[in-house]
């Protein structure tokens, strides 16, 4: 596994780059603010492993941290106050000298910890468990399609095979969000449908907010009291943190589970298990239908 962009497409830079930012806010605020330039070096690569992440957090909390980031890294040094000893008989004794911790340190770090205990929840959710009584309907693109007729066992298959559950796979090479609502023509009143889309639009150089409206339109033709819907977060490359706050707010607005990136981006950088570093293997699709039916709670059918 590549193990480098395996921690940037998966996300899991942003909490390496929070745990940075709390080290680099330690130094300076331990220090008195006499170490300021080397704590605001390690708080500058914390940020850019953060934004290389391409995480999509509250907005709130990454102006916070930004806030605090260059509160601490322009701050001037702490002084010292004298205190003197308070000692019984020992009046003239000489002062003690107790140096200040920049508060805006502590503060900076607290921010830290609250914006990884807030991501960790959506980058390691818990079990998603579906209905084993509905049929699975996926509805995606190449990565679920296959690229090798005849050739290719795609993963929905391989997951038809190892549950006992019963999944058709209406994936199609090429499928962007927009194309992919011509896919639902025969998608069941009752069903588990899983999205697999927008890599496509991704790499087809649309714009956040044209996926986002796109992407919109389809969950809505989806979406159904009778229909249990799940969807993939895709890997992001950095930068396009807005491709995952388009999908996180609309998986909150059409009540849709998300399967976290993290778990497609731990199959696409497993050994052998991609043909082009994009379209997965036969061995690629067994692995993604085993993490899936886990992921999912299906049992074996064996």
């Not at 992919?180 to 150089?205: F, H, S, T, W, Y």
């Not at 399967?259 to 052998?272: C, E, G």
Request: with cysteine; net charge neutral; proline share 6%.
């Amino acid at each position: 596994m590549n193990t480098a962009l395996f921690h940037f497409l998966g996300g899991d830079a942003f909490f390496f780059g929070l745990l940075v930012v709390a080290a680099g806010a330690v130094v300076i605020g331990v220090s008195g603010g006499k170490r300021r330039r080397s704590g605001s070096a390690v708080i500058l690569i914390g940020w850019v492993l953060i934004v290389a992440s391409a995480t999509a957090h509250l907005v709130v909390a990454y102006a916070t941290l930004a806030y605090l980031s260059i509160l601490v890294m322009t701050a001037r040094p702490s002084r010292t106050i004298s205190e003197p000893a308070e000692l019984p008989g020992n009046a003239a004794d000489s002062p003690k000298r107790v140096p200040l911790m920049f508060r805006p340190c502590p503060n900076l770090c607290t921010v830290a910890i609250a914006a990884m205990v807030f991501e960790i929840f959506m980058h390691h959710p818990g079990q998603i468990r579906v209905s084993e009584q509905r049929p699975i309907v996926v509805i995606g693109d190449s990565l679920s399609a296959g690229i090798n007729d005849g050739v290719d066992i795609p993963w929905p298959t391989c997951l038809d095979e190892m549950t006992s559950v019963k999944v058709a796979n209406d994936a199609r090479a090429g499928a962007t969000c927009r194309s992919a609502i011509n896919q639902l023509d025969r998608l069941p009143k009752q069903c588990v449908v899983i999205v697999e889309i927008g890599g496509n639009d991704l790499l087809g150089g649309r714009s956040a907010s044209e996926f986002r409206a796109d992407l919109d339109a389809l969950l809505t033709e989806v979406q159904s009291p009778e229909r249990e819907v799940v969807m993939f977060e895709l890997p992001l490359p950095p930068f396009f943190n807005g491709y995952g706050y388009a999908q996180r707010h609309l998986a909150d607005k059409h009540n849709v589970s998300l399967i976290p990136r993290r778990l497609l981006a731990s199959v696409l950088f497993s050994k052998d298990a991609t043909l082009d570093s994009i379209h997965l293997s036969n061995a690629g699709h067994r692995q993604l239908a085993e993490r899936v039916a886990d992921f999912l709670g299906l049992h074996n059918s064996q």
